[in-house]
T-cell receptor
């Protein structure tokens, strides 16, 4: 079974631009979560989507948004990029317990975003 | 609010030594899950183990073992006879279960422990 895939793997943007990152979950997984990893703040939860609905949101400004499609693929968008948005963005998918799964999150390789 | 603390920022050992990574957590929920992930230099988080709050049995998987103690809110991870390939950053994480059990999609991570195993 293919793992979680994320595109692109690397991205360089300048301040003020916007960016869209994509995540394809493991086949059959309907929950997708996004995390930001920085050296200073560590791994922080951004949001979670399940069946195209945002179920949970972390403490990030409104510039960070996401969505999930009917095939469970997810995108996250960051508008008006700031230098501090430079980070590794990780996507994870899971098969929720309510659906008979374990709920364990499996992570993709991440997208490394650099904001200049 | 939930919190995970990994007090050891960096650990350095020589191959074949045993090493224990500490994890202490805080939560007000009675139902929760604990995890350990490994992050090699490639960056991808690799799932190692999941333990629910009702199961305090220790677990052993090859050279890896986990000690879960609710009384001390700890979930420690031991690598026996460490190898160079074990060098990575290890994260302990917690997710709380909502009443309906429909989603455990938010993981709270510790700051990670950098493990370096020297040959």
């Amino acid at each position: 079974k293919a793992g979680v895939t994320q595109t692109p793997r690397y991205l360089i943007k300048t301040r003020g631009q916007q960016v869209t990152l994509s995540c394809s979950p493991i086949s059959g997984h309907r929950s997708v979560s996004w995390y930001q990893q920085t050296p200073g703040q560590g791994l922080q939860f951004l949001f979670e989507y399940f069946s195209e609905t945002q179920r949970n949101k972390g403490n990030f400004p409104g510039r960070f948004s996401g969505r999930q499609f009917s095939n469970s693929r997810s995108e996250m968008n960051v508008s008006t990029l700031e230098l501090g948005d430079s980070a590794l963005y990780l996507c994870a998918s899971s098969f929720p317990r309510a659906s008979g799964g374990s709920g364990t999150q499996y992570f993709g390789p991440g997208t490394r975003l650099t904001v200049l | 609010a939930q919190k995970v603390t990994q007090a050891q920022t960096e650990i350095s050992v020589v191959e074949k030594e045993d090493v224990t990574l500490d994890c202490v957590y805080e939560t007000r929920d009675t139902t929760y899950y604990l995890f350990w992930y490994k992050q090699p230099p490639s960056g991808e988080l690799v799932f190692l183990i999941r333990r629910n709050s009702f199961d305090e049995q220790n677990e052993i998987s090859g050279r890896y073992s986990w000690n879960f103690q609710k009384s001390t809110s700890s979930f420690n991870f031991t690598i026996t006879a460490s190898q160079v390939v074990d060098s990575a950053v290890y994260f302990c994480a917690l997710s709380e279960g909502d009443a309906g059990g429909t989603s455990y999609g938010k993981l709270t991570f510790g700051q990670g422990t950098i493990l370096t195993v020297h040959p």
